[in-house]
Each structure stands twice: as C-alpha cells, then as structure tokens.
C-alpha cells in the first residue's frame, strides 16, 4: 500500500502557499507516477526528503501566539474515535492506579496522580479536531495547559521537543514551540464530562495547531529531550512536524 504525503494545509498568506508549493508539486508527481513506494528504495528516498523538507518549512513559518480558530458550544459533536486499531482493542486505564511519570529536562520528576492533575487549574479550547485522513469535527476540550505544567514542574522551555509515551506504548512527540503554545492542553475532559476510555482517559494531548495524529492519548509518561526520537508515526512514513 502506498505510503500518504502529508503537506500543510493552504494558509491565509500567499506567499507562505508559494514557499509550500515545491513540496506539493514534488508529492503529486509522486502520486500520479503510481509507483508502489513500499517496492521502490528510490521513491521512498524522495519521499523521506520530501517529508524532512515539510517539517522544516512547516517550523519556520510556525506563529507561537497565533490563535487556531475557536468555536461556540453549540457547535460541538460527539467525540470520534481514531487510531490505529479498532476501539475493541481499547485497553482501559485504571484511574485509581494511573501515575504520569516525568524524565528528561525536568527539575521535579515526582510522579502526578490523577487526584493532582485534576487539581491543577484548567483551560477549556473549543477547537477543530483534523484528520489527516480527510475527516474533522469541532470538540470541547479541557485540562491543564502544557506550558503552565512545564514551568511548574521546572522543565527547561528551551529543550527542543516533548515526547510522550501512551497507555498502549504509542509514541509521539511535538515541538516545543508547539508545546507552548496558549492551545495547547493536556486535556482530561470532554464537553465538561472526564475522557472517556475510547477518547485517551484519564489524558490526552490537545493541540490546535497539529494534525490529529500527533495528540497522543492515554498519556503515561512525559519527557523533555533535545535528542529527536522516531516516534510511531514517524517510523512509517508519515510527516514528523504535521502542522496545520
């Protein structure tokens, strides 16, 4: 099956269109070739430049306080399940035992417990959900926000990126730009209600500004590193930075 090219959205900015378009062209001559890029080194080879090339213009023409669009109640949906296997395969988390370990570049390493982070004050961000595989809905969400938690816990805000590790040993890991940025939350609740099991209990990553792929769930660890580790998604092909 042919690996997907993931390329930023269209943004407002005419000229940022222009600095994305070698990509775009690059990524739909790829597609009209109909090469099977699993059977084909060379292809993969441009796909990996390619997608390496995205990464780095998608970070360069990042705004750390730029707000995402935000969205009234009355507009929020049903929260859909998304990874990479079926719901039936949900392994729940225990709330009661849940611990949120912390490494890396971060002075206070002690654990948090749900009760803790449920103490902690929250953000609510009502914001779009995209998928990069083409579907999206609007969704209420609320928690801690990242950068607040960061600094309480005295992880160095200049380290280079966040990576998490996931009740069912998903992996990923963002930016800290993007990590610091005012919409991004390490959400806890849905439309006011705690996760429920399907949707990343007892938390998630809830970012405004990446594609839905790169909001780990069931988050139970987290750590500040400026070594980059491939991360799941990473390791298959797919765009490492995936802004939107």
Same mark, same amino acid.
């Given at each position: 099956?042919?690996?997907?090219?993931? /390329?930023?959205?269209?943004?407002?900015?005419?000229?940022?269109?222009?600095?994305?378009?070698?990509?775009?062209?690059?990524? *739909?001559?790829?597609?009209?070739?109909?090469? %099977?890029?699993?059977?084909?080194?060379?292809?993969?080879?441009?796909?990996?430049?390619?997608?390496? #090339?995205?990464?780095?213009?998608?970070? *360069?023409?990042?705004?750390?306080?730029?707000?995402?669009?935000?969205?009234?109640?009355?507009?929020?949906?049903?929260?859909?399940?998304?990874?990479?296997?079926?719901?039936?395969?949900?392994?729940?988390?225990?709330?009661?035992?849940?611990?949120?370990?912390? *490494?890396?570049?971060?002075?206070?390493?002690?654990?948090? /417990?749900?009760?803790?982070?449920?103490?902690?004050? &929250?953000?609510?961000?009502?914001?779009?959900?995209?998928?990069? &595989?083409?579907? %999206?809905?609007?969704?209420?969400?609320?928690?801690?926000?990242?950068?607040?938690?960061?600094?309480?816990?005295?992880?160095?805000?200049? *380290?280079?990126?966040?990576?998490?590790?996931?009740?069912?040993?998903?992996?990923?890991?963002?930016?800290?730009?993007?990590?610091?940025?005012?919409? /991004?939350?390490?959400?806890?609740?849905?439309?006011?209600?705690?996760?429920?099991?399907?949707?990343?209990?007892?938390?998630?990553?809830?970012?405004?500004?990446?594609?839905?792929?790169?909001?780990?769930? #069931?988050?139970?660890?987290?750590?500040? /590193?400026?070594?980059?580790?491939?991360?799941? #998604?990473? &390791?298959?092909?797919?765009?490492?930075?995936?802004?939107?």
């Amino acid at each position: 099956m042919s690996k997907r090219i993931l /390329t930023p959205r269209p943004v407002a900015d005419s000229s940022r269109r222009g600095v994305l378009r070698g990509a775009l062209t690059l990524g *739909a001559a790829t597609l009209l070739s109909g090469c %099977d890029v699993s059977e084909n080194d060379s292809v993969q080879g441009a796909l990996r430049a390619v997608s390496s #090339w995205n990464d780095g213009v998608q970070a *360069a023409i990042l705004r750390p306080q730029h707000l995402a669009p935000t969205f009234s109640p009355s507009q929020v949906v049903k929260p859909r399940f998304n990874a990479y296997y079926g719901i039936s395969h949900v392994r729940p988390v225990d709330g009661a035992t849940w611990k949120l370990e912390l *490494a890396g570049l971060i002075a206070d390493k002690r654990p948090w /417990t749900l009760p803790q982070v449920e103490r902690l004050p &929250e953000q609510e961000v009502i914001i779009r959900h995209v998928c990069v &595989e083409g579907w %999206d809905y609007i969704g209420q969400w609320s928690g801690p926000n990242l950068r607040a938690f960061l600094t309480r816990v005295g992880a160095d805000l200049t *380290a280079k990126y966040i990576y998490f590790i996931c009740n069912d040993d998903f992996t990923e890991s963002i930016d800290m730009a993007s990590a610091l940025h005012p919409q /991004t939350i390490l959400a806890t609740k849905y439309a006011g209600a705690p996760l429920a099991d399907p949707f990343g209990f007892p938390m998630r990553l809830r970012t405004a500004i990446k594609l839905g792929y790169k909001n780990a769930k #069931w988050i139970r660890a987290i750590e500040v /590193t400026n070594t980059f580790r491939p991360t799941y #998604w990473s &390791e298959r092909g797919e765009n490492w930075f995936a802004g939107i």
